[in-house]
T-cell receptor, first 109, second 113 residues
């Protein structure tokens, strides 16, 4: 079962940063935080993952709190193409990905 | 690098009919996954292969669903006979090896009438 809590939906103005929160208060020490997104009628797309440290790649930044009980995915300059459902998943290596219902992000022109 | 390929993209059948879906993973990926995604929900794992062996099929309804990956490359998922509640998107994913990040195909949307 999903071990994360995310808001059902969020809006963000185009060009602004989108900050998507995720609560994972029961995370274990060996579990990573993964983020995927799913654009309408497509398969989920990997965005980023991390264990303890903050991570950044060409798509987004992942900020994990020091106690690891929550994290935030940051899309620095949201575009209309970032409109999607964003899934936050905690997972130990070798275990299943449990997808919850995610956050539906709408980028508004 | 080519992504995960799936076919068909859409399929409409009547209940009690049979249907098969095909997946070709990213070249060199040893692990292959089939997921079911019902409208409004996140994907749910059905079965996981490592090369041509089944690692986990605990959530596969084995009375009607079957899957194979005979040569350790592409895979087929079959439903026989289909029920109305099988209407969903069937997603295939692959990863370089067991436990690695998964990469998904576009999915097959099945409608059972």
């Amino acid at each position: 079962d999903a071990k994360t809590t995310q808001p059902t939906s969020m809006d963000c103005a185009e060009g602004r940063a989108a900050n998507l929160p995720c609560n994972h208060s029961t995370i274990s020490g060996n579990e990573y935080v993964y983020w995927y997104r799913q654009i309408h009628s497509q398969g989920p797309q990997y965005i980023i993952h991390g264990l303890k440290n903050n991570e950044t790649n060409e798509m987004a930044s992942l900020i994990i709190t020091e106690d690891r009980k929550s994290s935030t995915l940051i899309l620095p300059h949201a575009t209309l193409r970032d409109t999607a459902v964003y899934y936050c998943i905690v997972r130990a290596t070798g275990n299943q990905f449990y997808f919850g219902t995610g956050t539906s992000l709408t980028v508004i022109p | 690098e080519a992504g995960v390929a799936q076919s068909p993209r859409y399929k409409i059948i009547e209940k009690r009919q049979s249907v098969a879906f095909w997946c070709n993973p990213i070249s060199g990926h040893a692990t292959l996954y089939w997921y079911q995604q019902i409208l409004g929900q996140g994907p749910k794992l059905l079965i996981q292969f490592q090369n041509n062996g089944v690692v986990d099929d605990s959530q596969l309804p084995k009375d009607r669903f079957s899957a194979e990956r005979l040569k350790g490359v592409d895979s087929t998922l079959k439903i026989q006979p289909a029920k109305l509640e099988d209407s969903a998107v069937y997603l295939c994913a692959s990863s370089p090896n067991f436990g690695d990040t998964q990469y998904f195909g576009p999915g097959t949307r099945l409608t059972v009438l």
